[in-house]
């Protein structure tokens, strides 16, 4: 069964940074794109960040500059590091697996809130 786990959000001050991770289990992620979205309320879930299998990345342009999308296959995981948060990046983030062709995997999503 596959699953994916994130994990690191939470409460933080504008202008602060968390550090999102991504756990997978029954796949190995090495051959899949992985991908961070986020989800406001009311609004329509978007990309935020992408990295390839072979480590090319792509961002959402309100967040070049201040997040960075890693990945490490030996651990299975990736990580969104967020720095110079502010309150329209306020959303569930959630993970996400990709190979051609085929469904994606998606996690539970974990919140991040940022606020004073």
């Known amino acids: 069964q596959v699953q994916l786990v994130e994990s690191g959000g939470g409460l933080v001050q504008p202008g602060g940074s968390l550090r999102l991770s991504c756990a997978a289990s029954g796949i190995s992620l090495s051959s899949y794109t992985m991908g961070w979205y986020r989800q406001a309320p009311g609004e329509q879930r978007e990309l935020v960040a992408q990295i390839g299998s072979g480590g090319s990345t792509n961002y959402a342009e309100s967040v070049k500059g201040r997040f960075t999308i890693s990945r490490d296959d030996a651990k299975n995981t990736v990580v969104l590091e967020m720095n110079s948060l502010n309150s329209e990046d306020s959303a569930v983030y959630y993970c996400?697996?990709?190979?051609?062709?085929?469904?994606?995997?998606w996690g539970q999503g974990t919140q991040v809130t940022v606020s004073s």
């Open positions: 996400r697996a990709q190979r051609p062709w085929r469904s994606p995997f």
